[in-house]
């Protein structure tokens, strides 16, 4: 589904796992597929993250791992923070490696 930027928050029971939760953290932006130029721009700028179809005509950038989302994505957003109602979601997110 096309939108802004999406804060990492999925949570999903895991036997596996010593807690027997999974967490999935992440940052994407959805966009119709006309639009690939500037998630390509995004990803130019921050050098990081893939972009995927989604659908028939929905594409999004994508950065799942932990060390780009602390080193790069998080990083912008604490320098130029959101100005809409994203930003009290993004205001949950750990800001150190040491959390994860």
């Known amino acids: 589904m096309p939108g ?3 804060p990492p928050r999925t949570l999903q029971e895991h036997g596996e796992c010593s807690t027997g939760l999974n967490v999935w953290a992440g940052f994407k932006i959805g966009m119709h597929k006309r639009d690939k130029a500037l998630l390509e721009q995004i ?3 921050f050098g990081v993250g893939n972009i995927t179809k989604q659908g028939k005509d929905s ?3 994508r950065v799942n791992s932990i060390n780009d989302l602390t080193n790069a994505i998080i990083p912008h957003f ?3 923070p ?3 109602k994203k930003r009290a979601d993004l205001a949950h997110v750990p800001r150190d490696s040491q959390s994860n």
Do not use: E, V
């Open 43 to 45: 990803k130019s700028y």
């Open 4 to 6: 802004g930027p999406r």
């Open 82 to 84: 959101l100005i809409t």
């Open 78 to 80: 604490d320098k130029y």
């Open 59 to 61: 594409i999004q950038y």
